[in-house]
C-alpha cells in the first residue's frame, strides 16, 4: 500500500474513448497509479474480479501493464486476462470480456492517435458488456480523480507476459492468452469464409495496410493464413511502439501509402486499413474511397449476404455527425434507425437491447452486434463477403447503391490545437445564435433550423445534452459543429458538411465540389477560418 503525496491526476476526465495524454504525463510517477485507483475506486473495487488487460503495443505499453498487474493484485482482483505480449485490439479485448463474462477490461491505446515516448497514449476501461464505460461510471471515476488519497500496489517483480499459459501474481491468477486465436474463431462465425476463399482463388487481389499497429497479427491471421489471401497482402503488418513515426489513422490523409498503391499503375481489387488498436478501418476499392458514412449505408443495405445477418436486421444506429445515407437503407428496407451522440458507448444499450444490429460513425467506425465496440477487420470482412456473394467491384457497389438510394455527400474539416477559450468561444456565441439562424440565408442556402443536439437514450432513458450544433439548411443540406472529446493539444472542431444528391447525373462529382454551397454557407455563419486565424481546414476527409 502506498499513501498518495502528490494527486498528478486529479481533475483528468476521460473523453468518447477512455483517457487520453500524452505519453510523459502518463509517465509522471504517480499518474497511472492514481488513474488506475480512480478507475477501480469508480467501479465499486476489484476484490474478486476478473478483467481482461491488454493494448495496442505503442511506447508504454508493456510497462502500463505490468503496473496495473500489481494494482489489480493489491486490490484484490481475483484473475487477469492478458494478451501475449501486452498485445490486444480493442476488438478483441471487447470479445474476450464477453467470451469470457469478465467484469470489464483495460484497454491501453490512444486508438489513431501517433505513439512514443513524445507521442500519445491513453487508457479506458470496458465494461462487463465489452463497450466503453457508460457516462455514470466515468463521472464516478472522474469523481475520484479529485479525492483518491491513496492507491495499492503489490510488490512483485515483472510478469512473463510473452509466455503463453497462467501464472500468478501474489494471489491473483494470471492467464497469458493468444491475442489472435479467440478473435478470429468469431470471426469465421460470422462470415461465409468458403465464398472470401474461392473469391481470392480466382485471382481476386487486395492490399491491408496494418500501419505498423496492432491489426498486423489479426489481419495476417485471417486474409492470408485462413483466406489465401496472397502473401504480402498485409503490408506495415509488425506493430511498432510508435507505429513507424505514422498517424496509425485509417483515413486518405494518414494512409496515404495505401492510397497510392490503390491509385496506381497494377491497383489491386480491394484495398483496407486499420488503426493503431484496430477498431477504425478505411475501404477503397481501386480508384474508388468509399466514405465511411457510405460504407455503413453499403453494408446496411447488403448485410443479408452474410451468415450473421441472414435473418436480417431489426435497426441500425449511426452517431449524429454520421451522414443520413444509412437513414435511406433503412427506410427503404423497413429497419429502425437511431442517431446517438458521437462515442461508440451509446450504441452500445442499443446492442444489448437487441434493437440494432449494425452502428457507425463517420470517424471510420463501423460494427454490429457481435461485439460493443467499432471493428475494424469485421468490416473489411463484410466488405469481402459482400463482394465474394455480388461479384461486383467496389465501384460497381457505390454506383448501383447512389442510383437506387441517392448521394450523401460528405465531407468532415477539422481545425486543430485551436487555442481551448477560442474554441469554446466560438461554440458558445454560435449556440446563442442559433434562435435567430432560422429562415436566414447565406451563400445560396437557407436555414431551416439550428439546435444543440441532445440524446434521450430509449433503452435506459439517460439523457445526454451539448452533443454538437445541428444546422439544417434547404436543399437537403446540414452542417454540424463540434469539439472533439479525443485531442490531446488544444481544442479541435470538426464541420461536418453533407448534401442529399439524388440526380441521376450529379452523383459523380468530387464532394469538395459538390458541397461548395454548404462549405461557404457555413464558414458564413461560423467565420471559422478567420476566428480560429487559419485560411481553412488542417483536414480535410
Ligand atoms: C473521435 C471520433 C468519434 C469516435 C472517437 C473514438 O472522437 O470523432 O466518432 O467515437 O474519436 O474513436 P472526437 O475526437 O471527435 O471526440
Ligand atoms: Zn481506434
Known sequence: MKTVLTRPVAGQKAGTSGLRRQTRDFMVPGFL?????????????????????????????????????????????????????????????????????????????????????????????????????????????????TNISEYYIAEAGDIDLATLGQTSLAAMQISVVDPVADYVALMQTLFDFDEIRVLFAGGFRMTFDAMHAVT?????????DMLGAAPGTVINGTPLPDFGGGHPDPNPIWAHELMGIM???????????????????????????????????????????????????????????????????????????????????????LLDAGKVRLCGEESAGTGADHLREKDGLWAVLIWLNIIAKTGKSVSELMTDHWAAYGRNYYTRHDYEAV??????????????????????????????????FAYDDPVDGSRTT??????????????????????????????????????????????????????????????????????GPDVRT
Open 33 to 145: 497509479e492514481n488513474y488506475v485507483q480512480s478507475i477501480l475506486n469508480g467501479i465499486g473495487g476489484a476484490a474478486g474480479k476478473t478483467f481482461v488487460i491488454g493494448g495496442d503495443g505503442r511506447y508504454f505499453n508493456q510497462e502500463a501493464i505490468q503496473t496495473i498487474l500489481r494494482m489489480a493484485a493489491a486490490n484484490g482482483a481475483e484473475k487477469m486476462i492478458v494478451g501475449q505480449n501486452g498485445l490486444l485490439s480493442t476488438p478483441a479485448a471487447s470479445h474476450l470480456i464477453r467470451l469470457h463474462g469478465t467484469d470489464g477490461g483495460f484497454i491501453l491505446s490512444a486508438s489513431h492517435n501517433p505513439g512514443g515516448i513524445d507521442a500519445d497514449f491513453g487508457l479506458k476501461f470496458n465494461m462487463p458488456n465489452g463497450g466503453p464505460a457508460t457516462e455514470a461510471v466515468t463521472d464516478a471515476i472522474f469523481a475520484q480523480t
Open 216 to 224: 498486423g497479427p489479426y489481419a495476417k491471421a485471417v486474409l492470408e
Open 263 to 349: 491509385t496506381g499503375p497494377g491497383a489491386p481489387d480491394f484495398g483496407a486499413a486499420s488503426d493503431g488498436d484496430g477498431d477504425r478501418n478505411m475501404i477503397v476499392g481501386r480508384g474508388a474511397y468509399v466514405t465511411p458514412s457510405d460504407s455503413l449505408a453499403v453494408i446496411a443495405a447488403n448485410a443479408h449476404l452474410a451468415p450473421a445477418f441472414a435473418d436480417g436486421v431489426v435497426g441500425v444506429a449511426r452517431s449524429m455527425p454520421t451522414s443520413g445515407a444509412v437513414d435511406r437503407v433503412a427506410a427503404a428496407k423497413g429497419m429502425d434507425c437511431f442517431e446517438t451522440p458521437t462515442g461508440w458507448k451509446f450504441f452500445g444499450s
Open 419 to 452: 487555442e481551448s477559450a477560442t474554441a469554446a468561444t466560438l461554440m458558445q456565441e454560435l449556440e446563442d445564435r442559433l434562435p435567430d439562424l432560422a429562415g436566414q440565408g447565406f451563400a445560396g442556402l437557407t436555414v431551416q433550423s439550428a439546435d444543440v
Open 466 to 535: 451539448g452533443q454538437g450544433i445541428r444546422i439544417r439548411f434547404d436543399k437537403d443540406a446540414r452542417a454540424v459543429l463540434r469539439l472533439s472529446g479525443t485531442g490531446t493539444k488544444g481544442a479541435t472542431i470538426r464541420l461536418y458538411l453533407e448534401r442529399l444528391e439524388t440526380r441521376g447525373d450529379k452523383l459523380h462529382l468530387d464532394a469538395q465540389t459538390a458541397l461548395a454551397e454548404v462549405i461557404a454557407a457555413t464558414d458564413e455563419i461560423t467565420g471559422i477560418a478567420a476566428r480560429t486565424g487559419r485560411k
